[in-house]
């Protein structure tokens, strides 16, 4: 049983920058494909990044292109989401995600989730 828990959300200006961390407990992430993924209130959820088994392919939302940079560590069995130049369309609540497999579509396991709220 994969067991993931986010946490680095909170309240930032806008410019303002964050990082979000997901850990996983209960099996390796070397067989799991990252996502991560968010969703603000009245809206659909989406993916932001999704980062391969080895780091090989990294996909990202068009909107976060630049200045979010998602990364892993395997062996600490972490998944990270370095997010700069935040803007208020960013706010809301953040997923890690994890697929048994290559690719993001057919997330397997959730965590939580961790709030990101940027206003003035």
């Known amino acids: 049983q994969l067991q993931l828990v986010e946490s680095g959300g909170g309240s930032v200006q806008p410019g303002g920058s964050l990082r979000l961390s997901c850990v996983a407990s209960?099996?390796?992430?070397?067989?799991?494909?990252m996502g991560w993924f968010r969703q603000a209130p009245g809206k659909e959820r989406e993916m932001v990044s999704c980062?391969?088994?080895?780091?090989?392919?990294?996909k990202y939302l068009d909107s976060v292109k630049g200045r979010f940079t998602a990364s892993r560590d395997n062996a600490k069995n972490m998944v990270y989401l370095q997010m700069n130049g935040l803007k208020p369309e960013d706010s809301g609540v953040y997923y890690c995600?994890?697929?048994?497999?290559?690719?993001?579509?057919?997330?397997?396991?959730w965590g939580k989730g961790t709030l990101v709220t940027v206003s003035s």
């Open positions: 209960g099996s390796t992430l070397d067989y799991y494909a």
């Open positions: 995600a994890a697929a048994l497999g290559w690719g993001c579509s057919g997330m397997d396991y």
């Open positions: 980062i391969s088994t080895t780091s090989t392919n990294i």
